[in-house]
């Protein structure tokens, strides 16, 4: 089992952001699709997972943009805020029972007031979308996931739903979450264990590693975002938390 830890690859991406803002210039509102990934003559088709969501298999090889496109105001606000915190494969191997898995880990923080977000946590509201690099496009790509709230304890243990049925988040802390990657929403060429890697594994440059995309959405945040601002129109405002490993050009976005 190992972890990525997100400040690694901040550290890393600094002598390399000159770099990545001229190839992302570039970027024009068509998805670009990866020479070296083949997408079949006949697209791959979006298909359900066993666990609930859907796999978006149809996004193979295509590489967009790492951040969604806005679905309101107040997207890029800091309070409330989702942040990556890391992730880890783990394999079992042949002698230990379960299979392999990719978790992704991440935090809500708020701002001065708590926020009251309803159990389960996210339900079915969740998406992750992983990148690989080079114009690879998409190596894996679930919606309608849901979240796993754990402890701060080393594996991450859930959390019991409190009596409320809510969990809060108050200024200073963090609610601290986990979210499965399932099997299959992996595109072929790939597998939980090696959706993440480099390219070349050995690299020091973070322009050759996966880029990782989690995003949440709940009714609570659009109403803390307009309790926040004042913004009597809430319907403008953006209901979901965005978090995205690492952005070359934030200008762009």
Same mark, same amino acid.
């Given at each position: 089992m190992f972890r990525v830890s997100l400040r690694s690859w901040l550290i890393l991406a600094v002598p390399v952001v000159g770099l990545l803002v001229l190839t992302y210039s570039a970027t024009t509102s068509e998805p670009r699709v990866s020479a070296e990934w083949q997408v079949p003559a006949e697209r791959l088709q979006d298909s359900p997972l066993p666990a609930g969501g859907t796999a978006q298999l149809s996004k193979c090889g295509v590489d967009d943009w790492p951040r969604p496109v806005p679905r309101g105001k107040g997207?890029?606000? $800091? %309070?409330?805020?989702?942040?990556?915190?890391?992730w880890d494969a783990?394999?079992?191997?042949? $002698? /230990?029972?379960? $299979?392999?898995?990719?978790?992704? @880990?991440?935090?809500?923080?708020?701002?001065?007031?708590?926020?009251?977000?309803?159990?389960?946590?996210? $339900?079915?509201?969740?998406?992750?979308? &992983?990148?690989?690099? @080079?114009?690879?496009?998409?190596?894996? !790509?679930?919606r309608g996931?849901?979240?796993?709230?754990?402890?701060?304890?080393?594996?991450?243990?859930?959390?019991?739903?409190? %009596?409320?049925?809510?969990?809060?988040?108050?200024?200073?802390?963090?609610?601290?979450?986990?979210?499965?990657?399932? %099997?299959?929403?992996?595109?072929p060429g790939h597998n939980l264990l090696d959706i993440i890697k480099c390219s070349p594994e050995d690299t020091n440059d /973070?322009?050759?590693?996966?880029?990782?995309?989690?995003? &949440?959405?709940?009714?609570?945040?659009?109403?803390?975002? %307009?309790?926040?601002?004042?913004? /009597?129109?809430?319907? !403008?405002?953006?209901?979901?938390?965005?978090?995205?490993?690492l952005e070359p050009d934030t200008s762009q976005v």
């Open positions: 997207e890029r606000s $800091k %309070a409330p805020q989702l942040v990556l915190t890391s783990y394999d079992p191997g042949t $002698k /230990s029972p379960g $299979k392999p898995r990719f978790t992704v @880990h991440a935090a809500i923080r708020t701002g001065d007031r708590p926020l009251l977000l309803d159990a389960p946590l996210a $339900k079915g509201r969740v998406t992750v979308d &992983l990148y690989g690099p @080079h114009g690879e496009g998409s190596r894996a !790509s679930a996931l849901t979240a796993t709230v754990v402890d701060s304890g080393y594996m991450g243990k859930p959390v019991k739903t409190p %009596a409320s049925g809510s969990f809060r988040v108050d200024p200073g802390k963090e609610l601290l979450l986990d979210v499965d990657v399932p %099997a299959g929403a992996v595109c /973070s322009a050759d590693c996966p880029v990782l995309t989690l995003t &949440l959405a709940d009714p609570a945040i659009r109403t803390y975002r %307009a309790e926040t601002t004042g913004d /009597s129109a809430a319907g !403008s405002l953006s209901d979901r938390l965005v978090a995205v490993s």
